[in-house]
């Protein structure tokens, strides 16, 4: 099972998202950060220790005090100093070719997912970066 961090200022998304990941057991742990800041911090915080690191972020473009956009911009240069690999996946209700067009600019970023994220759509994306260690 995996550790998941969502990072979105969103309660509502986050509740649903966290009820979703709990209730198909996809998730060992969820992590919850409000912004980009909270999540850069404690992956800083946490760099060596692979055990706490998410394997999976879902991270929303608009947030307060640090964006998407933002947390992936210092995320590229933190990414060296990580003990794991973790996949991004970019989440909004924005459905603007321009913010599609900017996450496909960063390789860090997985997919592009557009809200509400659905049961079988976590499913789906978890499975599919799976990796046997």
Do not use: C
Not at 85 to 100: A, E, F, G, H
């Amino acid at each position: 099972m995996a550790i998941i961090a969502l990072v979105d200022d969103d309660s509502i998304f986050q509740f649903t998202a966290t009820r979703l990941l709990e209730s198909s057991k996809l998730a060992q742990n969820i992590l919850h950060f409000e912004n980009g800041a909270e999540a850069l911090t404690f992956l800083r915080e946490k760099a060596l220790q692979k055990e706490f690191l998410p394997d999976y972020l879902f991270l929303d473009i608009n947030m307060p005090f640090v964006d998407g956009w933002m947390f992936l911009e210092d995320f590229t240069t933190l990414k060296s100093s990580l003990a794991k690999d973790i996949s991004i996946y970019m989440v909004s209700s924005s459905i603007d070719p321009r913010d599609l067009n900017r996450a496909k600019s960063f390789s860090e970023v997985t997919d592009f997912i557009i809200k509400p994220i659905s049961l079988e759509r976590f499913q789906e994306l978890l499975k599919s970066t799976q990796t046997i260690e």
